[in-house]
């Protein structure tokens, strides 16, 4: 059932405009979704209610193999999409609440919106380690990596906390600088590999390796402009291409406002440069979280063990040392984007604070859907998938969210798709590609498995996790070539017994002798 609305009806702001479809977020769930019901639906009026001036697009879409995708992000502005979509509407405006039970929320700029199917795509934001701590960045959209590379370029010292994709990639960019990297794990970026993983890539953080070349770094503006856009590639407008995936391309950097999540290649583009001519090392703190944050003139500061006034702020860490620096970077994860939907409202919240959702993308209120990094999958996973806040994910999710609504209204019945089978993420740490898939921790599988590492110093790294006999993750370091063969050997769990000894022969030509 169509709302129908007249366009004086429409213009007067305090009065509810009316849309068989809502989404709310402008970043890849969000936009996929809207995408995804604009086709399916042509003739339904789709609003999508974004508090960033642009939105995310997915381009050059690439299936890789049957799980693995690549793509580009591109930052445009929203009129692309109503250009695209004659039927769509997009606001740019943060939803203020949400009245769940009247099917209703409220913007920011004071706009009254009605759905007959809500999609929530908000997002997350950086877990910061304290409130209202000047000396404390976290690294999340353009805005907050152009203060970060600001406030770097005066930086001698900084300390870096957290151990995921993002503190990753950024200790291994920063030149000109020490880095102080507190991880609370036995090995770096345990998010993704292990401690073997780890230690290949270490040397990759040493102080001799190559300086980046900042000029062909800095991107240009493709010549695509939105109407506000300004055509000398400023910070406004324009089209920022990124690249999911191995096969990377320049981004321009910009303004996105309160913007949605930077995907990979975040900080390219960005030259993350300190005030050290020499080159300058990383030092890993390991096993270690922060104990508390204090400057020289903080009257609650510890005792003096050593002179508090070489750097503006110290932190103290668990396992006893103080390090000074000159701010510190918080890296610790994403909290996601709930607060304007909550209250009221009945949502049930998994313990990351997503919104939980049901195979149908479903939240536990009537008509509410999510996707992205706002939602916590809730279903029973398949034995191989997991969720992570991940570009792909959030792409997939925001499709599947579409189709899913779209089959509610046409009370058709939806399966959970192929992509939720098996964990599968392609991206680029330290310059080698990384793919992972599966289980590639040993995630949930206690002692009950087998490790085969192949390892080849400066080159590849690979790593297969046996389950009884069968295949059940792999994390695939440098160009192995292997990952089509082992998605393969994962999906049909072939019992893997007999050739354990030849599977990571780099002397046999494993394709053949599946294929
Ligand atoms: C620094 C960094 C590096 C990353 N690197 C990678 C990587 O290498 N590979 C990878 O796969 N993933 C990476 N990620 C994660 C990836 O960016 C996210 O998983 C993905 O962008 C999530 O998409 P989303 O659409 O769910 O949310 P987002 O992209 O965060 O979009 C949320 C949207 O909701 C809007 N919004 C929020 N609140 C409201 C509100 N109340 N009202 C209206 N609109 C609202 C925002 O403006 C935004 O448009 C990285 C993230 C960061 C921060
Ligand atoms: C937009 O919707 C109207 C009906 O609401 C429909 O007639 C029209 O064809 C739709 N536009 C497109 C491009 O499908
Ligand atoms: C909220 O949800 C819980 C369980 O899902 C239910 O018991 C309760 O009645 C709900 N409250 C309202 C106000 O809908």
Redesign the pocket.
Known sequence: MLANVSSAERMASHQMQRFQFVV????????TCVEQLASDFPSAEVGL????SH??AVANFKQVSQTLEEFDVEERPPSVLQEKYPNVTVFQ????SLQADQHTLQ?EDGRSVGYEKLCI????R?KLLTQDQPYVLG???TDS?QEFQKRLSSAKRIVVVGNG??AL?LVFEVRGCEVVWAVKDKAIGNTFFDAGAAQFLIPSLEAQRPPRDAVCKRARYTTEQGPEGNSDGGPEGGLHTFT?GGDRRRPGSGST???????????EGFLLRGAEQTPQGVRVEYECEVQEIFTPSDPLRPQPEADYGAWPVYVRLTNGRTVGCDFIVS?TG?VP?T???LQGNNFSLAEDGGLRVDDHMMTSERDVYA????CSACWEPSALWQQM??????RQ??WFAGRCMAADVLTQPIELDFCFELFA?I?KFFNYKVVILGKFNAQGLGADHELLVRCTKGQEYVKVVLRGGKMVGAVLVGETDLEETFENLILNQMDLTPYKDELLNPNIDIEDYFD
Do not use: Y
């Open positions: 709310v977020g402008g970043g890849i769930a969000g936009v209610i974004t508090a960033a939105i995310k405006s943060a939803v203020r913007t795509c908000s997002g997350a950086p690294v999340r959209d990596v994709g993002i990639e999911a406002g309160a913007g949605s999540a930077l995907g990979p290649d975040w900080h890296a994403v984007n607060d304007a939907f996707a992205g990094d706002v806040r991940l570009w792909t994910q959030a999710m925001g993420h991206t």
